[in-house]
């Protein structure tokens, strides 16, 4: 038999376990997010950004609405809205260009 407070810290633990910590990115991954985050800029292309999350990490897809350098962050603007993410998060990003 367990107390109820037991069990919360169980649980507590349990869900500990499960997160994971941010991927440490070399200067050649850096400068890859760089280089993709750069040409969807410039082209008005939809980039796909992986951000960290602790838990898993999260795929969004849209086009860059701003940059901001003092902040270190950009706006996505996303299917579901717009979203402002920490470049500091970003450990995947690909640009999307469209074929005409």
Do not use: F
């Not at 890859?32 to 898993?56: D, F, G």
Request: aromatic fraction near 4%; charge should be neutral.
């Amino acid at each position: 038999m367990m107390l109820p407070e037991h069990k919360e810290q169980i649980r507590n633990i349990q869900k500990k376990k499960q997160y994971t910590n941010m991927p440490a990115l070399d200067e050649q991954e850096l400068s890859l997010i760089t280089q993709q985050l750069q040409l969807a800029w410039e082209t008005k292309s939809c980039v796909q950004i992986t951000r960290h999350h602790p838990l898993q990490p999260l795929q969004l897809t849209g086009q860059i609405r701003k940059i901001d350098q003092l902040s270190r962050r950009l706006q996505l603007d996303t299917e579901s809205g717009k979203e402002w993410i920490m470049l500091a998060e970003i450990i995947k990003a690909e640009a999307v260009l469209s074929e005409n």
